[in-house]
């Protein structure tokens, strides 16, 4: 096998991850976890990016790495299938199947192409017109490609031009720019648009509508819209000798085309007012797909799973996220944001330079790999790069498709500006937690067990009842806690609420000091996580489900046991410490 630049770096970075592997296998605690979801990472965005390997296979090889270092639970490693983004892939790959099996994009590209007449500036206008309007009505990037390239050169030779002129391959590379590059202002028509906002909605709880997303990346794209006109127009001046005037001349829509032409409508009118009724635009494009999937409805055979149906793009996306998902787990996400993000200079309150910096970051880090594997670098640092910049995480997730989308075109940052003028970067969070210290709690530690098996705990005020039937509790941690990947980690969870005696406790589980069960009267509890001696009560839980909450984790349990005795709670108020007392 000849060593070709793509098997070198992948031989490259595979030496990489064994090394970054290695390490993390001979180390403990959070070390371990970096070290090896770093091996992982490396290993996969080579393979994603170096195409050495099929699709299908690069997909389940990097599920199977996963899997094997044993970092986090497979719910974790196969997250991205339970995403909404995974479920939209799957219904725009079906829907652009039935458009190309039952003749309907031909049908409208031709109909666009009979206005082109005897004019090259024009047959690019009407092809990059068609481009972006199959990008509305067929959620998959190839399908459009493999529809719109056949009838670009079938106009080139009706205008006279010869294959491989330069008018030809003028008008070839306006039907493949055309139908991608503008179409990055449509959420439901890319694969890297899909991957982004599929992850940030699993990893992040954001919720973006179709309309929303639209309207913020509606400028930017109008401008590469123009651009791509401007270059195109004049890439050829080559004399025309019309062949065919009514070579693109279409009949009536055939049944099939008109059902599917009208699911489609249905589909893009759901998607664009899905602010008004809330139904995520994936659950609209698998309800219209499982209805094209049905043999009656004439518009795919009921052997097309089968023959003419590819989910490959799908499963590469679960293993794109896949990868994502391990970083988050172990807090590599945020280490590297912490190490990288200093360097920008952001500052809140300036986003206009925010932006700019955010947008020239996601540039060169999505260079990194090809455009769909592109979210699985950027998606870990939308959080941290918020936090920084001061900005919402919706404008960053925005800029991000930007930088991912764009070459580096200027910008109109006015549409970027309104998204920050949001009322909840008004708050004074000294201010807001001297107003929530009116509010008298009692203490706890929550306790847990590492991945090394040393006990853990951290203090906290933040706890209370969630429901009697099923029995479940909250508290929350702080997401930039270097101990939320091992709360992360372990099944479950104590809750020790403090005695009135138990000052000092609650002091040391808030400090920096690291060694916190030494001297400490612990043992093990019924169901394996450390309880602490002497407490006013303690609650063994099983972790029931992780949310995500601001700047905080809000995590679930469901109690296995609890113990009370008549000691009487320590409280917490106004910044004091003190014995809570009913008299």
């Known amino acids: 096998m000849r060593l070709t630049l793509p098997i070198t770096t992948l031989i490259a970075a595979a030496l990489a991850a064994a090394v970054l592997i290695a390490l993390g296998i001979r180390s403990e605690g959070q070390d371990q976890g970096m070290l090896l979801a770093s091996g992982v990472g490396v290993f996969s965005i080579a393979l994603f990016a170096t195409r050495v390997f099929p699709d299908i296979v690069a997909a389940f090889f990097v599920f199977l790495l996963s899997l094997s270092v044993s970092i986090a639970p497979a719910s974790v490693v196969f997250s991205g299938l339970e995403s909404g983004g995974f479920w939209l892939l799957v219904g725009g790959i079906i829907l652009g199947v039935a458009v190309i099996t039952t003749g309907l994009g031909t049908q409208i590209s031709n109909r666009m192409l009979t206005l082109s007449g005897v004019s090259y500036p024009k047959a690019v206008l009407v092809v990059a017109t068609a481009g972006f309007l199959l990008g509305i009505l067929i959620p998959s990037t190839i399908p459009r490609v493999l529809i719109l390239i056949p009838v670009a050169v079938s106009l080139a030779a009706s205008l006279g031009l010869k294959p491989g002129s330069r008018g030809s391959m003028g008008l070839c590379a306006t039907a493949a720019a055309g139908t991608l590059l503008p179409t990055y202002a449509i959420y439901t028509a890319n694969l890297p648009t899909i991957v982004q906002f599929g992850a940030l909605d699993s990893l992040f709880g954001l919720k973006t509508t179709y309309s929303g997303y639209f309207l913020a990346q509606f400028p930017v794209n109008l401008l590469r819209f123009a651009v791509l006109l401007l270059v195109l127009w004049r890439f050829s001046s080559e004399p025309l000798e019309p062949q065919d005037p009514d070579r693109h001349s279409t009949g009536s829509l055939t049944g099939p085309q008109a059902r599917l032409l009208g699911l489609l409508l249905i589909a893009i009118a759901l998607w664009a007012t899905d602010f008004l009724h809330g139904i995520q635009p994936a659950w609209i494009a698998l309800a219209v797909a499982t209805i094209a999937l049905w043999p009656k409805t004439g518009l795919l055979p009921g052997s097309a799973m089968k023959e003419k149906i590819d989910l490959t793009p799908a499963l590469l996306f679960g293993a794109i996220f896949c990868v994502s998902a391990l970083a988050r787990h172990v807090g590599l996400d945020v280490a590297l944001a912490n190490t990288l993000i200093e360097k920008m200079a952001l500052v809140p309150g300036n986003p206009v330079w925010n932006i700019y910096a955010i947008f020239g970051f996601s540039v060169l880090l999505s260079h990194l790999t090809t455009a769909p594997a592109a979210p699985l670098v950027l998606v870990p640092f939308a959080e941290p790069l918020a936090t920084a910049s001061g900005l919402p995480i919706e404008t960053v997730a925005m800029t991000q498709m930007i930088g991912i989308a764009s070459p580096l075109l200027p910008y109109q940052e006015g549409i970027m500006n309104a998204m920050t003028d949001t009322k909840e970067f008004d708050i004074d ?106 407490c006013a009560a303690a609650l063994e839980c099983e972790t029931h489900a992780v949310h995500e909450g601001g700047d905080h984790e809000i995590f679930i349990g469901r109690v296995l046991a609890h113990t009370s005795s008549e000691r009487t709670p320590l409280a917490f108020g106004k910044g004091q410490l003190g014995a809570f007392s009913l008299g």
């Open 429 to 534: 969070p000294k201010a807001l937690r001297q107003t929530l210290s009116c509010f008298p709690t009692g203490v706890a530690i929550a306790t847990t067990l590492s991945r090394s098996g040393d006990p853990i705990g951290v203090t906290i005020s933040s706890f209370n009842s969630v429901s009697m039937d099923p029995p479940l509790v909250l508290w929350s941690l702080a997401r930039k806690a270097g101990s939320l990947p091992e709360y992360r980690a372990h099944p479950g969870f104590a809750i020790n609420i403090l005695s009135a005696d138990q000052a000092h406790l609650c002091k040391l589980f808030a400090s920096p000091e690291r060694d916190r069960f030494t001297g400490l009267e612990w043992f093990q509890g019924a169901h394996g996580v450390p309880c602490i001696a002497g």
